[in-house]
């Protein structure tokens, strides 16, 4: 049964900083993995979606990583905004039916 | 953009009453899914559905629940007889295909929080 775990659970950081949120999975059988953004009381927005074929994929300040065989994954917030804080999700599909989502890490960003 | 959205965004129900909640997914999209979030707690599959019928189910998908596509547009999940533990915020999703492709990026919609009281 997978398994989606994320470190660190909560983040506080100062703007303008870079940094790394990580994302592992026990099984390496994934088709996809998508990363979201859930504000308080609200939806999940979604971020990136890496295929299993793929490294890294990379959206404005955004990029993820995926390293299939080590069951990793890594999103990478480059000058960090006020504006970023929020809860990030990783969730992995590991056949194109479902995805099966971690935790989340809660991200401050302190002005 | 195009996007999902959800009615009611909150809904109040009675212990063993009957809910609807309503999701009206991406018009070109072809899978839909249900969530759900407990307060606190990680987001949880409940079904996806394709091809007017479900594909997949959780263990959570039992008896009390059903899904229904009744029209052209609407997604809907319906809980026969709401217990307390069906509190929670289910959140309908669809993507264009499912499997190995980009076209698999699940988009969601904002939620409905149901309260069972």
């Known amino acids: 049964k997978q398994e989606v775990t994320q470190i660190p659970a909560a983040l506080s950081v100062p703007e303008g900083e870079n940094l790394v949120l990580n994302c592992s999975f026990t099984d390496s059988a994934i088709y996809n993995l998508q990363w979201f953004r859930q504000d308080p009381g609200k939806g999940l927005t979604s971020l990136l979606l890496i295929q299993s074929s793929q490294r890294e994929q990379t959206s404005g300040r955004l990029n993820a990583s995926l390293d299939k065989s080590s069951g990793r994954s890594t999103l990478y917030i480059a000058a960090s905004q006020p504006g970023d804080s929020a809860t990030y999700l990783c969730a992995v599909d590991n056949y194109g039916q479902n995805f099966v989502f971690g935790p989340g890490t809660r991200l401050s960003v302190l002005p | 953009e195009p996007e999902v959205t959800q009615t009611p965004s909150h809904q109040v129900t009675q212990m063993g009453q009957e809910v609807i909640l309503r999701c009206v997914p991406i018009s070109n999209h072809l899978y839909f899914y249900w969530y759900r979030q407990i307060l606190g707690q990680k987001v949880e599959f409940l079904v996806s559905f394709y091809n007017n019928e479900i594909s997949e189910k959780s263990e959570i998908f039992d008896d009390q629940f059903s899904v229904e596509r009744p029209d052209g547009s609407n997604f809907t999940l319906k809980i026969r007889s709401t217990k307390l533990e069906d509190s929670a915020m289910y959140f309908c999703?669809?993507?264009?295909?499912?499997?190995?492709?980009?076209?698999?990026?699940?988009?969601f919609g904002q939620g409905t929080r149901l309260t069972v009281v």
């Open positions: 999703a669809s993507s264009v295909t499912a499997g190995r492709s980009l076209y698999t990026e699940a988009f």
